[in-house]
């Protein structure tokens, strides 16, 4: 399994980016997709999540500001961010909780190989 991710890039504050990430190879259903991020120095955190059906999670920085969304038929998550901050300027990976059977029941988490997004102020 496979996750190409795109979009990103450099934008003044109060600009927008959408990512997009889609995985390919041997699957069966993805569970969960999502994107986190990593600043320089610090640690990988979650920017927000989507399950296959129901709601999704954001981190409280990034709420009503950030919006992912998942295309089942195409296995791609994206996430479309407005009102971009400096604190927003991180390398940004996608990952998918992906099922390579139906009869493996346990998902594997795959990841991206990340995007740079970079917010000047």
């Known amino acids: 399994v496979q996750l190409q991710a795109s979009g990103g890039g450099v934008v003044q504050a109060g600009g927008s980016l959408r990512l997009s990430c889609a995985a390919s190879?041997?699957?069966?259903?993805?569970?969960?997709m999502g994107w986190y991020r990593q600043a320089p120095g610090e640690q990988r955190e979650l920017v927000a999540t989507?399950?296959?059906?129901?709601?999704?999670n954001y981190a409280d920085s990034v709420k009503g500001r950030f919006t992912i969304s998942r295309d089942n038929a195409k296995n791609t998550v994206y996430l479309q961010m407005n009102s971009l901050k400096p604190e927003d300027t991180a390398v940004y990976y996608c990952?998918?909780?992906?099922?390579?059977?139906?009869?493996?029941?346990?998902?594997?988490?795959?990841w991206g190989q990340g995007t740079q997004v970079t917010v000047s102020s």
């Open positions: 990952n998918a909780e992906v099922r390579t059977t139906a009869w493996n029941t346990r998902p594997y988490s795959y």
């Open positions: 190879g041997d699957i069966f259903r993805i569970n969960a």
């Open positions: 989507v399950p296959i059906a129901g709601s999704a």
